[in-house]
Structures are given as C-alpha cells and as structure tokens.
C-alpha cells in the first residue's frame, strides 16, 4: 500500500516475484518463457490520498477475487490493518480466511496492529508467527486464539527477544520460537 518501501522490493526480487501495477498481469510475450515466481501488485500512487485508495482498492480486490475464485494460489496480504480498515477489504479478506482452503486459495497476511484485524486471521490460520509486541492490548489479543493456552502465549510473546517470534500449529497445538 506504500508508494516506495525499499524492504518490499527487495524482498520481491530476491523471490524472484514480477511486480505489476495493475491486476490481472499483463500476458508475457510468447518468446519470453521464463514464468516469473510470483507477483506483486504495486499499483503506481498519484500522492493524493482519495485517488490512490480508490485506485488500491479496486486493484487489490481485483485481485484478491481473482485468486479466490481460480484456486491454486497463496495471497499474501502486507499490512492487512491497511486493506481492512483503510480500503474496506474486510469482506473480501474474511471470504478467503474462512472459504478459501476450499477454494485452494490460501491468505497469509502480516500485521504490525493484531488489535486492529479481524479475530478471523487468528482463528482461521494453521501457522502464525507473533513477535513480541509491547502493546498489552495486542497481546490480550493474542490469548484469543483458540487451541492454545492464552496465558501460555502472551507470557511467551512478552519475553520474545526482538529476533524472535512465537510459532504456532493450531491443529496440534504446536509451539516453538523460532530466531532468525
């Protein structure tokens, strides 16, 4: 959703990942057979707020329907607080947490606000990695995902050293840290 993040694009290139601004990518040339790993949808910004979020809105949804309905896809949301509370893509995010394993389309999304995000990214999800968060309020969040023991976790997401995270497997209540 940022006009510029240099992290982002590192990120997409060292993947391997083709950015395009706008949704469905454009069709590769027929001489050019190397299919790219991934996307990323960066929608060029104008720098006026009402127009980018309109524009980021319909480009995202564009796509988040896309792969929702083709299957066979993993979207991964960054900054899902952004899509939720500042372009409204509440519905169509909900849609993919709690239909789209059917679908065979999976939603992986980062959040630096888990008060700010449906309880659904929690409780629809198999893995999640939480890092320490200084927030009380983030972390009473946290105890509310289910399959786990809540004090458990926000103990351990409070003494998380600043490379690490807290993994969870909800299906066998699995937990680990991880440090990079």
């Known amino acids: 959703m940022k006009p510029r993040d240099s992290t982002v694009k590192t990120?997409?290139?060292t993947a391997g990942f083709k950015t395009v601004r706008s949704w469905p990518p454009p069709p590769s040339p027929s001489w050019w057979s190397k299919k790219p790993a991934g996307y990323v949808l960066w929608p060029k910004?104008?720098?006026?707020p009402q127009r980018d979020d309109y524009t980021l809105y319909v480009?995202?949804?564009?796509?988040?329907?896309?792969?929702?309905?083709?299957?066979?896809?993993?979207?991964?949301?960054?900054?899902?607080?952004?899509?939720i509370n500042?372009?409204?893509l509440n519905r169509e995010l909900i849609a993919v947490w709690t239909r789209g394993r059917s679908m065979e389309c999976g939603l992986w999304t980062a959040s630096q606000r888990p008060?700010?995000?449906?309880?659904?990214?929690?409780?629809?999800?198999?893995?999640?990695?939480?890092?320490n968060d200084p927030d009380e309020r983030a972390r009473d969040?946290?105890?509310e995902i289910g399959g786990v023991?809540?004090?458990?976790v926000k103990a351990i997401v409070a003494s998380l050293d600043l490379h690490q995270w807290l993994?969870?497997?909800?299906?066998?209540?699995a937990l680990c840290i991880v440090q990079k």
Do not use: M, V
């Open 11 to 13: 990120w997409s290139e």
């Open 45 to 48: 910004h104008s720098f006026d």
């Open 59 to 83: 480009q995202f949804r564009r796509a988040i329907l896309d792969c929702y309905k083709r299957g066979k896809r993993i979207i991964f949301a960054d900054e899902a607080a952004g899509l």
């Open 86 to 88: 500042e372009l409204q």
């Open 115 to 131: 008060t700010h995000i449906p309880l659904h990214a929690y409780t629809q999800a198999e893995h999640l990695f939480l890092h």
């Open 141 to 143: 969040r946290f105890s």
């Open 149 to 152: 023991d809540p004090k458990l």
């Open 167 to 173: 993994y969870l497997r909800r299906s066998d209540r």
